[in-house]
C-alpha cells in the first residue's frame, strides 16, 4: 500500500526548472557541527510574539533548559542548546538581510553539553496511549515550530487541525528549493523516526488519509520512507514532479489532493494539514526522546564553501562557525543566502546565528549564481515587453506582467484587484523573465505599500471617528444647553404669567412690602447713627467691624427684596 | 565576513529579450525566403534598408530620450519592426516612402510612447497604416510574381530603382495586382464572379506564389510556437475565425465573396496571425483576452477585405483591436489558485 506509484496527482499552473545543484551537499551524510564558542539565541524565532526571558546575566544553563517562555497563544519556547553561562541579554543583529537587531540570549559555551538533573523531559514511548493534550502540550512545551521555513507554532497549527476534521494529513518532503538538501537527508537517515512521529500526529488528529509528497529527483529518500512505512496502510508515500514551487504547501495540496486551499483561509480550514518532515522529527524527538527544539538540519552549501554537507546544527550557532566546520570559505564566496536561491534572503553577515528557520546556509558568489546565463550576467533591466512568459510561470495563476504594469503606475487598486495579495512570492516570474525586471521586489514592495496604507486609513479613520464624535459632542452639549435654557426660559415665562394673573392682587402689598424694608432699614440706619454716636468711646476696631456688618446686611437686605421682586 | 546583499531570487533563466527577439527574426527566414524567389532582390533591399532606417532613428531616439543606446538597440526589436513593415510594402517601393513609413513606425508609434514596452499600437502597423492612406497607388504595385533569376528584375536594377537612380519601370508593364486586390476591383468593376477572376492565368499564378510564402512563413510560426515565444491563442483564433466567416460567406454565395483559401493564404494573413498580431507588447496578454482579440482580429480582416476600401487589412484590424486590449485584458483575468470559479474584480478589493 506505502508504496503507492499510481496515485493521481493533479497539475499546477506553471512552475519553472532551475538547476537545483541537490548533488553537492548530499555527498555525505548529516554530522553534528559541535558546540561553538557562544550560543546566540534571539528571542523571536517564529511568528507571533517574541518569548520572554527567563534566565539572567551569570546564570549557569543546562542543556535544554528553558531560557525564554512563550508568553502568548501565538509564540515558542527557546531552550539553551548546550550548558555554559549566560554573559549577556542584549540586542544583536539577527538573520535579517536588514541588519535589524533583536533582543538576544548569549550563553558562553562549557563544551560539557550537560543536560544537568531534570534536562530531558520524560518520554512517551508508547505515545498512541498517551492522551491527544498531553501530547499536544509537550509539542507546546519543546518549542517546536515549522521548520520548513514558516516558523509557525505547531502546537497553535495541530490545536487547530484538531478543531477541524482533517481529510489529509500531508507530510511535506518536497524540498523543492534549489541547493537545500536538509530534509532529503533527513528523510535518507531518519525515516523510522519521521514515520514514528507521523503516527504520533495521526493520533492527535486521526485524519482519514496521510500522504508524503516527496520530489522524484529524491530517490533515495523516497526509497528509505517507503521503507519505513511499508507495513502501514495508512501512510502513503507519493513521488511528485520535480517542479519549483511544489514544495510550498498550497501548491503541494493541489497536487496531492486536487483541493485548492481558499484564499485568505488556513489550510486546516480545507481538511488540511501540513507538516514538513523536519518538523515531523522535531515532534517524534520531543515526544518519544524528551528533547525539546534546540537543534536542526542546516545544508551549508555552495561554491562559496570548501565541503557543501549537512549539518545538525545547535539552535544559535554563528553562521561562521558552521562555514569553519564545513572547511571554510573559498575565493568565491561573496554572497550568504539563508534559504534557498529562489525565497532566501541574502546576509550582510556571518555573525548572526542559525535560529529554528535557517534550513540553508548558501555560500556562493554572483558568478557562480549566474553561470547559468554567464554570457547576459552583465545586462541591465529591460522594459516589459509583455511576453507573458511569468503568466506562463506563476504557480499562482495571477497575471505578473499585469500586476508589474499597475505597480509601476502607483495604482495599488487595480493591483488588488489583480489579487496582489494571492502572491507567494516564489519568484517564478522573476526567474522567467527575460527583461531581468526584479518583479517579486514590486510586489513585495507593493504589498508593504497597500499594508501601510491600510495602517494609515485606519488610523485616519479612527481619528476621524474621534473627530466626528468631538464634534456631535460639541453639539449635544451645546444641544443640551439651549434646551436648558429654553426650559428655564419657558419656565420664568410660566411664572410670569401666573405673576401676572395674580399681579392685580398681589402688586400693592409687594410695593408696600419693598417700601416697608426700605423704611426698615432707614429705621435701623438711624438707630445705629444714634448708637454710634453713644458709643463712640468704644474702640475703632468694634466700629469697624460693626459698620462693615451693617453695610452688608443691608445690601443683603435689599438683595433680598430685589430677588423677590423679580 | 562581510557579504553581498540583494534580493530573491537570487538567480534567473537565460531567457532575454534579444533572444526572443532574434527566434522572431530566425523563423521569419523560410517565408522571407520564398518571398524573395516569388518577388525578387526589391524584397531583401527593402529588408536592408527598412532595418538601417529603423536601427539609425533608433539610436537618434534613444540619443534625444537620453536613453542607453546599445542594450536597447541590442534588444532587436527596431529590427522585427523594419523586417515586418519590410514584407508587407511591395517590392521596388521608393526608398524615402518606406523611410516615412519606418519613422512613424519607430519615432512617431514607439518611440513618442515611451519606446520598447510602452507603445500601444504595433509599430510596424501604424508606419503600414500611415503608408496606405498617404501612398495607396504606390503601395499597390505589386511586380508581378516570377522567379529569381529568370522574369524578375536583378540585384542592381532593383536596387537603383527603389533608390531612384534609374528612373522608375513602366509599372503597367510589369506590376498586376495582388490576389485580393484583383477580386475586390474585379468584382467592383462588374465581374460576373470569383470564379471568373480566380480562372484568371495571372491570378492563380499570383495566388499560388502567396500559398507558398504563406505556407512557409507558417512553419516558421509554428517553430515559434514550438520554442513558446507565441502562444497559441492568437493565431488560432485568427486564423479560424477568418476561415469560418468566408467559409460561411463562400458556402452563401460563392459567386461574390473569396473562398476561405484566398483569405487564409493570400496577403499578408498568416504572416499577421502569427508575427504581427502576436507582438507581445501591443497585443492582450491573457490566456482568453488572446482569444477574444485574435477572433476579433479576424472577424475585422474580413469585414475590411470584403466591404471596406483598402485589399487587405491587417493593419487596420490589428490597430483596431490594439486599443481594445487594455479593457480586455481587464475583465479576462484568469481564475488564481484558491478563488472560486468566477473571480470577479471586485473580489480582488475586498481582500
Known sequence: ?566 | MKFKTNTSPFFSSNSNVSTVMLQVILALIPGTLVMIYSYGWGVLINIILAIIFAVALEAIALFARKRPILPFIGDLSAVVTAWLLALSVPPLLPWWILFVGIFFAIIIAKHLYGGLGYNPFNPAMIGFAVLIVSFPFELSQWIEAGKLGSTLPGFIESLQTTLGITPPPDWDAITMATPLDAVKTGLRAGATSYAEIAQQKDFSNALNSWIYISLAFAMGGLWMLYKKIIHWQIPTSILVTLGLFSGLMYLYSPESYGSPILHIFSGATILGAFFIATDPVSASTTPLGKIIYGASIGFFIYIIRVWGNYPDSIAFAVLIMNMAVPMIDYYTQPRVYGHGKKPSHKKGVNK
Open chain 1, 1 to 566: 500500500m506505502s508504496t503507492n506509484t499510481s496515485y493521481k496527482l493533479w497539475k499546477i499552473h506553471g512552475g519553472v526548472h532551475p538547476p537545483f545543484h541537490k548533488e553537492e551537499s548530499t555527498q555525505h551524510p548529516i554530522k553534528r557541527a559541535g558546540i561553538p564558542k557562544q550560543i546566540i539565541l534571539p528571542i523571536q524565532q517564529h511568528i507571533g510574539s517574541p518569548a520572554e526571558p527567563l534566565v539572567a546575566v551569570g546564570d549557569k544553563v543546562y542543556k535544554g533548559q528553558l531560557v525564554a517562555k512563550a508568553n502568548a497563544h501565538i509564540s515558542a519556547n527557546i531552550h539553551a542548546s548546550t550548558s555554559g553561562t549566560i554573559s549577556a541579554i542584549e540586542e544583536l543583529v539577527l538573520p535579517h538581510p536588514s541588519g535589524l537587531k533583536g533582543l538576544s540570549i548569549v550563553i558562553d559555551t562549557d563544551g560539557k553539553d550537560d543536560w544537568g538533573q531534570s534536562g530531558k523531559y520524560s518520554t512517551y514511548e508508547s505515545y498512541n496511549d498517551v492522551e491527544p493534550e498531553l501530547l499536544l502540550k509537550r509539542i507546546q512545551e519543546a518549542g517546536i515550530v515549522g521548520l520548513g521555513g514558516a516558523v509557525f507554532p505547531t502546537s497553535v497549527k495541530i490545536e487547530g487541525a484538531e478543531q477541524n476534521e482533517i481529510d489529509t494529513f500531508i507530510i511535506n518532503g518536497a524540498e523543492c528549493e534549489p541547493y537545500i538538501t536538509c530534509d532529503d537527508m533527513l528523510m535518507r537517515e531518519k525515516s523510522a523516526q519521521i514515520v514514528a512521529g507521523i503516527r504520533i500526529v495521526q493520533h492527535m488528529i486521526n485524519p482519514k488519509k496521510c500522504l508524503i509528497g516527496i520530489e522524484d529527483n529524491k530517490p533515495e529518500a523516497i526509497q528509505a520512507m517507503q521503507q519505513a512505512c511499508e507495513n502501514d496502510p495508512n501512510i502513503n508515500v507519493i513521488n511528485v514532479p520535480t517542479i519549483y514551487p511544489s514544495g510550498d504547501i498550497k501548491q503541494l495540496t493541489k497536487i496531492l489532493t486536487g483541493i485548492e486551499i481558499p484564499s485568505g483561509t488556513r489550510s486546516v480550514n480545507a481538511g488540511i494539514l501540513g507538516q514538513n518532515v523536519g518538523t515531523i522529527y522535531s515532534i517524534y524527538q520531543a515526544i518519544v526522546d524528551g528533547i525539546p527544539t534546540i537543534s536542526r538540519i542546516t545544508t551549508v552549501t555552495g561554491k562559496g564553501i570548501q565541503h557543501p554537507q549537512n549539518f545538525e546544527t545547535l539552535n544559535g550557532t554563528p553562521f561562521s562557525f558552521l562555514a569553519e566546520q564545513a572547511g571554510g570559505y573559498t575565493k568565491m564566496a561573496d554572497h550568504l543566502i539563508m534559504g534557498g536561491p529562489m525565497m532566501g534572503f541574502a546576509l550582510p553577515d556571518d555573525k548572526p546565528p542559525i535560529t529554528k528557520a535557517t534550513n540553508c546556509a548558501l555560500f556562493t558568489s554572483t558568478t557562480a549564481l549566474r553561470e547559468s546565463n554567464s554570457e547576459f550576467a552583465n545586462q541591465p533591466t529591460l522594459p516589459c515587453i509583455r511576453c507573458g512568459k511569468c503568466m506562463d510561470a506563476c504557480p499562482v495563476n495571477l497575471l505578473p506582467q499585469q500586476l508589474y504594469w499597475h505597480i509601476r503606475a502607483k495604482d495599488l487598486e487595480k493591483a488588488e484587484q489583480h489579487f496582489l495579495n494571492d502572491c507567494i512570492e516564489c519568484g517564478c516570474c522573476s526567474y522567467v523573465c527575460p527583461s531581468h525586471i526584479p518583479l517579486v521586489d514590486y510586489y513585495r514592495f507593493a504589498k508593504n505599500e497597500i499594508r501601510d496604507q491600510k495602517i494609515a486609513q485606519e488610523k485616519a479613520n479612527l481619528s476621524r471617528e474621534r473627530h466626528e464624535f468631538l464634534l456631535f459632542r460639541k453639539e449635544r452639549e451645546k444641544r443640551e444647553r439651549e434646551e436648558k435654557r429654553a426650559a428655564h426660559k419657558a419656565a420664568l415665562q410660566k411664572k410670569k404669567a401666573n405673576a401676572k394673573k395674580n399681579g392685580d392682587k398681589n402688586n400693592g402689598a409687594k410695593t408696600d412690602s419693598k417700601a416697608d424694608a426700605i423704611k426698615a432699614a432707614m429705621a435701623r440706619a438711624k438707630a445705629k447713627k444714634e448708637q454710634r454716636e453713644q458709643e463712640k468711646k468704644t474702640t475703632d476696631k468694634t466700629k469697624k467691624e460693626n459698620t462693615v456688618k451693617e453695610i452688608s446686611d443691608a445690601s443683603n437686605k435689599e438683595k433680598e427684596v430685589k430677588k423677590d421682586e423679580v
